[in-house]
């Protein structure tokens, strides 16, 4: 198993940015797929974006199309995702993921504890 740390929330206001990061305890070999997720108050946890070992992400939900870009070092066993644009709705606590892969939480079996990020209006 691997264990997962995220960094880099907090709180922005609209149309700022921010950039997460996620470290993990042990180099990857490929086909792990990293991701990120965010869970809002009341809502289940979203798909936010993923991206194969060999840099090659997934496709971004029309939510954060556009605006959002994960990137990952394997060097360094750590995933990143910079957010731009920011809108109050990206409020949500997000949760970075490994594993097999895919667009469903179910897919991943290693998790980060979470990292806030408030934006405010």
């Known amino acids: 198993q691997v264990q997962l740390v995220e960094s880099g929330g907090g709180l922005v206001q609209a149309g700022g940015s921010l950039r997460l990061a996620c470290t993990a305890s042990?180099?990857?070999?490929?086909?792990?797929?990293m991701a990120w997720f965010r869970e809002a108050p009341g809502k289940g946890r979203e798909f936010v974006a993923a991206?194969?070992?060999?840099?090659?992400?997934?496709n971004y939900p029309d939510s954060v199309k556009g605006r959002f870009t994960i990137s990952r070092d394997n060097s360094r066993a750590q995933v990143y995702l910079q957010m731009n644009s920011l809108k109050p709705e990206d409020t949500a606590i997000y949760y970075c993921?490994?594993?097999?892969?895919?667009?469903?939480?179910?897919?991943?079996?290693?998790w980060g504890q979470g990292t806030q990020v408030s934006v405010s209006s």
């Open positions: 042990r180099r990857t070999i490929a086909p792990y797929v």
């Open positions: 993921a490994g594993g097999p892969g895919g667009y469903m939480s179910r897919s991943y079996h290693d």
């Open positions: 991206i194969r070992w060999s840099g090659e992400s997934l």
